[in-house]
Structures are given as structure tokens and as C-alpha cells.
């Protein structure tokens, strides 16, 4: 059976038209059998505070869905009535799945220390999925979008995490302690998300460095980032890396353009 798997950065919702609009989100995905979304967001004040995790689930009620938020900061909590009411602004990467999640993890990648302009938490959400082809690992990633520095070290970050999965274990080992089976340690895996750098950048060429890990995407054509205020270029922002083995079996790459909820676009390929 084949595997549809789609990345999009959602960017809270929020589309080309400055509208917010979470069911031209679930639109453009519907097809897909793995999801990766970035920019997932509770209590933004661009979308009026919209819990995007909870629609997005309630969204898909028969598909699994694990959640990770690595930026995650009070945004005026308080206390009525002797009871406290949490008011949060929490940001990052979704990954829902037509399987079942056997395991996930939520890794935090490097930052440095930046205020002249945002510099949010970055992470990658792991997703450990049961598929009619095996045990895959699926991550959603995302990389800041400022500075090449911060990136190339959130790089070296994520090539450790995906290409050491076997050596750590993953997200938990020693279930023979209570009569249960080890997770499988696939090997297979797929890097899905908003890297913020184009094909032929230092960074691009740092991910694919040694031939370890391959750009699975590069057949797919054009932008996947547009200015809503049309003052810049469309950019190639997004893309899919994997293993050799499974970046084999990949085929029908495409880039929606026709989607217009976030000003990325979805990011398709197949397994075959």
C-alpha cells in the first residue's frame, strides 16, 4: 500500500488573505496518510487565541495525532475566583497519522540568544508510525528563520537524531522489565517540515553532507513560500529528507500552489 505524506507549514492559520481559516487547512491534508504541520499554535494573538492542536484533532476524528510545543510562554495567567486560568501562547509541529503512533518525542534543536528580532524554540516532533510497510519514523520540523548559523546548528541537531535513532533507543526501551515487546528501531525515516533555506545552501549542502540522508522533494517543483504582500520571491522553504533505502520507494513529489491558508504551501510525495 502506498503511503501519501504531506508537510505544510500552517502558519497559525492564517492564509494569503490575512484570514484566519482552519478549514482550508484541513482541506488541503485530508488526502494525506501522514500529516506534518508546523506553526501548530494555542493562544496566538493572530487567530484570536485559537487552540489549533484541539481543531485540528476534532478535525480528523479517526486518525492519531501527537502534538509538540517547544515554544511555550504565559501570556497573562491569573487566578478568579480562587481558581487559576491559564492563558499560554504555545507554538509548534503536529504530526497526525492514519496509524497508529507507537511513539513519540519532541526534541528541542539549538538556539541562540537573539532579540532584536523573534527567536522562537525550535523543534522536531518524532512520530514513531505503525504503517502498512513497516515501522517508519516521521518527524515535522522546523528551523528558525533568521539566522544560517542557528540553522547549520540545528542541522547538525536533527542529522544526530535521525541517523542515531538506533543508538538511543529511541523513546523507550527496557518494556521486557514488564512483560511487554521493544519498539522497533527502524531505520527508515522521513524529515518533513519549514527548514527555511533554499536548495544549494550551506545549509542544504550540510544536510546532505556525507549521502546519509537525501533530499526527497527535490523533484517537486517550485516555490512552497509565498509574500502575501507580493513584495518578495517565491522561496523553496519546504522540504522532505530521508534514508537512502527509503528515499528509494519515494515518488510523486509535488507542491500544492493552489493552496492559499498560510503563505507556505503543502509539500506532497508518495511511498510506494
Request: aromatic share 8%; charged share 20%; net charge negative.
Amino acid at each position: 500500500m502506498a503511503i501519501r505524506c504531506v508537510s505544510y507549514n500552517i502558519q497559525y492559520g492564517v492564509g494569503m488573505d490575512g484570514r484566519y481559516d482552519l478549514a482550508r487547512i484541513v482541506d488541503a491534508v485530508a488526502e494525506a496518510d501522514v500529516i506534518a504541520l508546523q506553526e501548530v499554535t494555542r493562544g496566538a494573538p493572530w487567530n484570536g487565541g485559537a487552540d489549533l492542536a484541539a481543531g485540528l484533532t476534532h478535525a480528523f476524528p479517526d486518525r492519531f495525532a501527537a502534538t509538540h510545543f517547544p515554544a511555550d510562554v504565559d501570556f497573562g495567567s491569573v487566578v478568579v475566583d480562587g481558581r487559576a486560568q491559564e492563558k499560554r501562547f504555545q507554538f509548534g509541529n503536529m504530526v497526525i497519522s492514519r496509524w497508529p503512533l507507537t511513539a513519540t518525542r519532541g526534541h528541542l534543536l539549538p538556539r541562540g540568544m537573539r532579540t532584536s528580532r523573534l527567536n522562537l524554540q525550535r523543534g522536531a516532533l518524532e512520530a514513531l508510525v505503525a504503517t502498512p510497510q513497516g515501522a517508519i519514523r516521521f518527524y515535522s520540523v522546523h528551523l528558525d528563520h533568521i539566522d544560517t548559523g542557528e540553522r547549520l546548528a540545528q542541522i547538525a541537531a536533527l542529522r544526530s537524531i535521525a541517523l542515531d535513532f538506533g543508538r538511543d533507543g529511541g523513546a523507550i526501551t527496557g518494556l521486557g522489565e514488564f512483560g511487554f515487546p521493544e519498539l522497533p528501531l527502524p531505520r527508515d525515516f522521513l524529515l518533513m517540515g519549514d527548514f527555511n533555506f533554499m536548495p544549494g545552501s550551506p545549509e542544504h549542502e550540510a544536510m546532505l553532507a556525507d549521502g546519509a540522508i537525501v533530499d526527497a522533494s527535490a523533484a517537486a517543483p517550485g516555490p512552497s513560500w509565498a509574500d502575501p504582500k507580493g513584495l518578495e520571491p517565491g522561496k523553496r522553504l519546504d522540504h522532505c529528507f530521508a534514508n537512502p533505502d527509503l528515499a528509494a520507494r519515494i515518488g510523486d513529489c509535488r507542491i500544492d500552489a493552489a493552496a492559499m491558508g498560510s503563505d507556505h504551501k503543502p509539500v506532497w510525495l508518495t511511498i510506494g
